[in-house]
């Protein structure tokens, strides 16, 4: 038996295929592993208001957080105005695309307002790096992306 090839046939062949695809494709998808920026974001964004208001300390500063890799280190350098106080606050290194990867560091100065962390132990690529201090006064926040090698 000979089967002849029609325009029946060929839809009901393009049927089958696509029908496989998305099978395929949905199968795949929910193996993919998706990471919330956050576990507790409707929290955080509740108290956005309150973020605002330290990018906008921070803005007003004149000088921003400048944070740097060199030579398998992150240097965080302070503006000057703060020379004299006592800073306290969080370093929050956060990786876009694996959340296994994040960590916090508690902001420990020099006498110079620097502070430096070692990346040789940091994943390569993109790295958005959020910095959340205080000077006893005022809250500031300062992020920044930054890729790493």
Excluded at 3 to 21: A, L, R, S, T, Y
Aim: hydrophobic share 40%.
């Amino acid at each position: 038996m000979k089967i002849k090839f029609n325009w029946g046939f060929g839809i009901v062949v393009f049927i089958g295929i696509f029908i496989v695809f998305i099978s395929t494709l949905v199968y795949k998808c929910s193996q993919h592993e998706v990471d919330l920026v956050s576990a507790n974001y409707y929290d955080l964004e509740i108290q956005y208001q309150n973020q605002i208001n330290k990018m906008n300390n921070s803005a007003a500063l004149g000088q921003q957080v400048l944070i740097s890799s060199v030579n398998d280190q992150v240097v965080f350098q302070f503006p000057e105005k703060f020379k004299g106080s006592k800073l306290e606050g969080r370093i929050t290194f956060f990786k876009p695309d694996k959340s296994a990867y994040d960590f916090e560091v508690p902001l420990q100065l020099n006498e110079e307002l620097s502070q430096s962390l070692s990346s040789k132990e940091m994943a390569s690529g993109r790295w958005n790096v959020k910095v959340n201090y205080k000077d006893g006064q005022q809250e500031y926040f300062t992020e920044e992306k930054i890729n790493l090698n």
